[in-house]
């Protein structure tokens, strides 16, 4: 007989593998087996984590995803707010991404989390074509740009952990979300914890990982290895040889320099979008959590030096908080190359988070990609190591779409750039395009991304994340050709959608209170469950 | 707005408090906070459930008089059309308060008593008098405060009755839809309950508890109240009915 898969074993304690491990052991009850009557047979997940290498703790923004993520791992959400230093994400304001010679100081626009108005049914891109000049696409859609621009949160006290008015993901502290993940991963869900270093594998005869020998604990045995061992990649990088695939040749970001950065002033506003300024090879990233901010400059060593790289970093910290904070900020090096494996999922062992890839964090797609990964894994289990080659084949395909399409969207923000310079330059050059991609932008100057453009059910960004892009980038979609016969009917229902969402937009800005009030409040009485 | 001052024989000697029930009187309210202590007696008159307050997302029980907004149905012409009127409504203008003693007594050890001076039913002529012509409390006065100390004993009470709720995963969201005579519908939004199949599920030990705090028979008389969401509509429909 096969024999059964009951022993997942997790390499790495770092968010990837503390998001993993709860994921997993939110699905399959640890102990539990249907098939043998003997309890040492039963299901066992069991994360080996090194006491000497500290995690990168960056990915300090989630998707809306990780609501359900968290929900399910059955964290109390008043507990995750007090314990990460979380605040509420709400989507990303890219300032100065267009080229400031062409709207000057409104070279803004917003990717909100919610989609626009009546999406399921009403495509309002075309009709917003003929109002383009009156108001932004975000803001004429739905309410959150709006909203999140006055500072304010996506809901009330009083409404219970996790629903929302408007629907939102985290920004957090990545160190502390680990450790809020690994206590209840210990205490609540059964995972086994060990803190070794790996000294070595064991490989079975068929070629698979028979256990990894650690120096203090012994050698560990797994049916199936989850490396989540950071960009090491320790099992399947190093000691299986898959092959990194760079995409440095479509997006050149390789090096970040992060820093903290405190408040003013403790109650001072928090923002609700990652702010992500363009910069002369680069982009910085702006995250407000409720106890500081982090502030980092990406940006590409081909087109940048790290002096020029870090005085830009400088300014910006200087202009919006201070040449004190400027001053005293400590600046983290972090380089990597963008890309990610040949495949992920090799004999018995699959890579997740920064072990798998690793693409600049633009639209924050390191942690999803974890949920989602995870969230796989965890739904699919194989039985038994028969089929576990199938479920590998599947998970790779998938994984490799995924990675496709995040570079094709995160590629979209910078070819519709009129930024002057040679990095934007390069970026806007045909052979640094996908061909994916510029199929699509072709096809979107004559239709808008709608429904259709998405080819699964489960597509990482549905169509309403590139009218946002497009459209907040001043993209020009030309009218239909041929005159439409439901065209009146729609445009009246357009019309109203529009007229509606101003009128929610207004009650929304009347009834909620700022992020910073909101996370107060959380702080003295929590949120409800129901 | 209100303007609370210290409650004292010298300075409200001659203060009297107007006791009718009127919309004048600030009466006009669609619900009021209550306390287990007062189960009893409100369940017998009115629906009794749990909602939120907007400003803290705290649980508290309240009693509820209307369908919407400032809508009191049991208030009439001739005042309030009930036997029993809840605490937190006859309470008012006083207010019970906390600040330091004068020989170093903690606040919280130290209530005092205060009365809202700008309150409709505070005057000079009319109603009930605080003190007799000897300075001493008038028994309206006494019950007053005697009051005032068990709200402060409810929200109290209230506060450990609703954990141990939440606690038990006893509380559930419901919406109430209501078809009047006039074919209208009423929704009554934000309010909470006792989930039945939960309590059903209760172990011993666990009931035995609640039991024990009291709490057993306050959960079975907020659903009993349910009831009295009957004679909400009984009297919304009787208020259409004349206004036709």
Redo the contacts between chains.
């Keep these: 007989m096969e024999k059964n898969i009951h022993r997942v074993v997790i390499l790495g304690g770092g968010s990837a593998g503390w998001l993993t491990a709860g994921i997993i052991a939110a699905e399959h009850a640890v102990g539990s087996n249907s098939g043998s009557s003997d309890p040492s047979d039963g299901f066992q997940l069991i994360l080996v984590e090194s006491p000497d290498i500290s995690t990168i703790g960056v990915g300090e923004g989630t998707w809306p995803s990780m609501r359900s993520t968290l929900q399910k791992m059955g964290i109390s959400e008043t507990e995750f707010f007090r314990e990460c230093s979380a605040s509420f994400k709400q989507g990303t304001l890219f300032k100065n991404w267009l080229g400031s010679d062409k709207q000057g100081s409104h070279d803004s626009y917003i990717h909100p989390f919610t989609v626009p108005q009546s999406y399921a049914d009403t495509n309002l891109a075309p009709h917003w074509q003929l109002i383009r000049d009156q108001v932004n696409f975000a803001d004429a859609v739905c309410p959150q740009s709006a909203l999140a621009e006055g500072y304010q949160a996506p809901k ?4 219970p952990e996790y629903a929302f008015q408007l629907n939102y993901g985290y920004h957090l502290d990545a160190g502390k979300f680990a450790e809020l993940l690994r206590a209840h991963c210990v205490d609540k869900l059964g995972v086994i914890h060990i803190k070794a270093n790996v000294e070595g594998i064991n490989s079975a005869a068929n070629g698979d990982i028979a256990s990894i020998v650690t120096d203090r604990a012994g050698t560990v045995e797994g049916d199936l290895f989850v490396d989540c061992s950071g960009s090491r990649s320790l099992l399947l990088g190093e000691h299986y040889q898959v092959p990194m695939r760079s995409k440095r040749q479509y997006l050149f970001n390789n090096t970040a320099l992060a820093a903290q950065v405190p408040y003013g002033a403790p109650e001072d506003p928090i923002q609700s979008f990652t702010l992500s300024t363009a910069q002369s090879a680069g982009w910085i990233w702006d995250i407000g959590l409720p106890s500081r901010r982090g502030i980092g400059h990406v940006y590409s060593d081909a087109h940048n030096t790290e002096d020029r790289a870090r005085e830009e970093l400088m300014a910006y910290i200087e202009a919006s908080a201070g040449k004190q904070a400027a001053d005293q900020a400590m600046v983290r090096k972090i380089q990597f190359e963008p890309g990610h494996r040949a495949e992920f999922w090799h004999k018995n062992c699959v890579a997740i988070g920064m072990s798998a890839g690793f693409i600049e964090p633009l639209e924050a797609s390191a942690l999803v990609l974890v949920e989602l990964s995870a969230a796989m894994i965890a739904e699919q289990l194989p039985a038994n190591r028969k089929t576990m080659d199938l479920v590998a084949k599947r998970f790779n395909d998938k994984f490799l779409y995924r990675w496709d399409r995040i570079i094709d969207f995160l590629k979209l923000h910078y070819i519709l750039s009129q930024r002057e310079g040679q990095y934007w330059q390069d970026h806007r050059d045909p052979a640094s395009i996908p061909d994916h991609l510029a199929e699509q932008v072709a096809l979107w100057r004559h239709q808008s991304p709608w429904h259709r453009d998405s080819a699964h059910v489960d597509e990482l960004f549905p169509s309403a994340s590139f009218q946002y892009v497009l459209y907040g980038m001043g993209f020009e979609t030309k009218g239909s050709t041929t005159a439409r016969r439901s065209e009146q009917q729609a445009y009246q229902r357009a019309g109203s959608l529009f007229q509606e969402n101003a009128k929610r937009t207004q009650q929304l800005q009347a009834s909620l209170p700022t992020n910073r009030e909101l996370i107060n ?1 959380i702080y ?7 | 707005m209100s303007n609370y001052v210290i409650l004292t024989k010298t300075a409200h000697r001659d203060t009297k408090v107007i006791l009718d029930r009127s919309e004048a009187y600030g009466d006009k309210v669609k619900i009021a906070l209550t306390f287990p202590q007062e189960f009893r007696n409100v369940q017998a008159c009115y629906p009794i459930f749990f909602i ?8 508290y029980p309240a009693a509820i008089f209307g369908f919407e907004d400032n809508e009191n149905l049991f208030l009439t012409d001739q005042g309030w059309d009930a036997t029993y009127i809840p605490m937190m409504i006859r309470r008012h203008p006083f207010l019970i308060g906390f600040q330091p003693g004068p020989n170093g007594e903690k606040a919280e050890d130290n209530p005092v008593v205060s009365i809202d001076m700008d309150n409709p039913r505070v005057n000079g002529e009319k109603g009930e008098a605080l003190f007799t012509e000897e300075g001493n409390q008038t028994p309206y006065l006494e019950g007053s405060i005697a009051g005032l100390e068990a709200i402060h004993a409810g929200h109290e009470q209230n506060k450990v009755f609703i954990e141990a709720l ?1 606690a038990n995963d006893l ?3 419901f919406t109430l839809e209501i078809t009047l005579n006039d074919g209208s519908n009423n929704q009554l939004l ?1 309010f ?1 309950t006792i989930n039945e199949e939960k309590l059903r599920d209760l172990d011993g030990d666990t009931l035995s508890r609640l039991s024990k705090a009291g709490y057993l028979q306050a959960i079975y008389m907020q659903i009993a109240s349910f009831a009295r969401v009957r004679t909400l509509i009984d009297k919304k429909n009787a208020l259409l009915l004349q206004s036709q």
């Design positions: 009330k006290i009083s409404t409040k003295s009485y929590g949120m409800q469950k129901i | 939120k307050d907007g400003d803290t997302g705290q649980f939440l509380l559930e969201p934000g909470y």
